[in-house]
T-cell receptor
Framework: NAGVTQTPKFQVLKTGQSMTLQCAQD?????MYWYRQDPGMGLRLIYY???????DKGEVPNGYNVSRLNKREFSLRLESAAPSQTSVYFC????????????FGPGTRLTVL | KQEVTQIPAALSVPEGENLVLNCSFT??????LQWFRQDPGKGLTSLLL?????REQTSGRLNASLDKSSGRSTLYIAASQPGDSATYLC??????????FGAGTRLFVKA
């Protein structure tokens, strides 16, 4: 039972390059989330997927796209990376079972030069 | 708009001390509040979740309390150990799929 996994762990991009961050969970959760964490700030929600087949914008969606590939997988795409997107990205999942406890992956450290 | 604040930003204590971490939020209409631990370079580990109808939750040496009327939650750590050194994050779910996180308290427990 791996929980929430993310790939890659580290990535360096040049401005304008694109990339996709992958996330998978094996807890059979319906809901999945992408957050970014910047120094001195709390985590901020980029996009979420309430259930398979649905996605919605969070607090900071500009410059990102997402795909809920199936119930297990939720990917985050940067089409044209900018230095302002340098951050640590976390994927999380939860289930609306009365608790909605969120479980997080190990994160992807992204640097955009 | 819900805002979550954690004070202090950093705390250093000697091993064995009991300590309290604070979390305050501006809107008492919450669904739940979750405390996380984050080690350097790692993801978030869920410690305790308190639902809106609850006043406290306990796990081992950890006890979290919730007072919605005053917009406060505390995380009590008993008999602190060097292994407790980490950043502790508080997160408030206001219903729906959006959770607001505090910036965290960085704890250092000296041996």
């Amino acid at each position: 039972n791996a929980g929430v996994t993310q790939t890659p762990k580290f990535q360096v991009l040049k401005t304008g390059q694109s990339m996709t961050l992958q996330c998978a969970q094996d807890m059979n959760h319906n809901s999945m989330y992408w957050y970014r964490q910047d120094p001195g700030m709390g985590l901020r929600l980029i996009y979420y997927s309430a259930s398979e087949g649905t996605t919605d914008k969070g607090e900071v969606p500009n410059g990102y796209n997402v795909s809920r590939l199936n119930k297990r997988e939720f990917s985050l795409r940067l089409e044209s990376a900018a230095p302002s997107q340098t951050s640590v990205y976390f994927c999380a999942s939860s289930e609306w079972d009365g608790r909605n406890e969120q479980f997080f992956g190990p994160g992807t450290r992204l640097t955009v030069l | 708009k819900q805002e979550v604040t954690q004070i202090p930003a950093a705390l250093s204590v000697p091993e064995g001390e009991n300590l309290v971490l604070n979390c305050s939020f501006t809107d008492s209409a919450i669904y739940n509040l979750q405390w996380f631990r984050q080690d350097p370079g790692k993801g978030l580990t869920s410690l305790l979740l308190i639902q809106s109808s609850q006043r406290e939750q306990t796990s081992g040496r950890l006890n979290a309390s919730l007072d919605k009327s005053s917009g406060r939650s505390t995380l009590y750590i008993a008999a602190s150990q060097p292994g407790d050194s980490a950043t502790y994050l508080c997160a408030v779910n206001t219903g729906g799929f959006k959770t607001i996180f505090g910036a965290g308290t960085r704890l250092f427990v000296k041996a």
